[in-house]
């Protein structure tokens, strides 16, 4: 079974403060993901990358940036946390391009970041 | 751009009973995937199932079932004989082509389904 691992399940950070979000994967896959999840909105895109030391933007990169410096390995990074950075962050792999449409993303089970 | 709707922001429905969460989508893409997961109270992502644009039939794995409309842009998640468990939050996905490279999902609202003993 793939296993995406978050290194934390609950977090709290002051406003101001540089927050590291950690994700690894065991799979040996391509892509990674990570996303944001707040009531009545789903889950939103933030960054995802499909190589070592590269990335795209999602929907919402603003505040955000991310690290790819392992194939296993995908960190999001609050450069200054603020309190509407406060939500849910779910980090998810996949198998890259050539695997087809039918890869289904797999997810870690999220950290639940609070910025008071 | 691409889109998923839920409209149902949350169901109930008796145990043993089955039940239908909508989804609907708007893609201009001939080649596109549908996919379901199942949140429960824990956080978790579970994949559930998964549908294809070109597949001649619906998807089906254990009592999930896919009815999917083309031509309506519909993919609709059929549970049959609902469990306890399977109350939990239900979200509907899309694959989108991204920036070239294939791999993001986009996904809808979700919808919250209660099973009632």
């Known amino acids: 079974d793939v296993k995406v691992t978050q290194s934390s399940r609950y977090l709290v950070k002051r406003t101001g403060e540089k927050v590291f979000l950690e994700c690894v994967q065991d799979m040996d896959h391509e892509n990674m993901f990570w996303y944001r999840q707040d009531p009545g909105l789903g889950l939103r895109l933030i960054y995802f990358s499909y190589d070592v030391k590269m990335k795209e933007k999602g929907d919402i990169p603003e505040g955000y940036s991310v690290s790819r410096e392992k194939k296993e390995r995908f960190s999001l990074i609050l450069e200054s946390a603020s309190t509407n950075q406060t939500s849910m962050y779910l980090c998810?792999?996949?198998?890259?391009?050539?695997?087809?449409?039918?890869?289904?993303?797999?997810f870690g089970n999220g950290t639940r970041l609070t910025v008071t | 751009a691409q889109k998923i709707t839920q409209t149902q922001p949350g169901m109930f429905v008796q145990e043993k009973e089955a039940v239908t969460l909508d989804c609907t989508y708007d893609t201009s893409d001939p080649s596109y995937g549908l996919f379901w997961y199942k949140q429960p109270s824990s956080g978790e992502m579970i994949f559930l199932i998964y549908?294809?644009?070109?597949?001649?039939q619906n998807a089906t794995e254990g009592r999930y079932s896919l009815n999917f409309q083309k031509a309506r842009k519909s993919a609709n998640l059929v549970i049959s004989a609902s469990q306890l468990g399977d109350s939990a939050m239900y979200f509907c996905?899309?694959?989108?082509?991204?920036?070239?490279?294939?791999?993001?999902?986009?996904f809808g609202k979700g919808t919250k389904l209660s099973v009632k003993p």
């Open positions: 996905a899309m694959r989108k082509n991204y920036g070239g490279s294939q791999g993001n999902l986009i």
């Open positions: 549908q294809g644009s070109y597949d001649q």
């Open positions: 998810a792999s996949s198998r890259g391009q050539g695997a087809g449409n039918n890869s289904p993303l797999h």
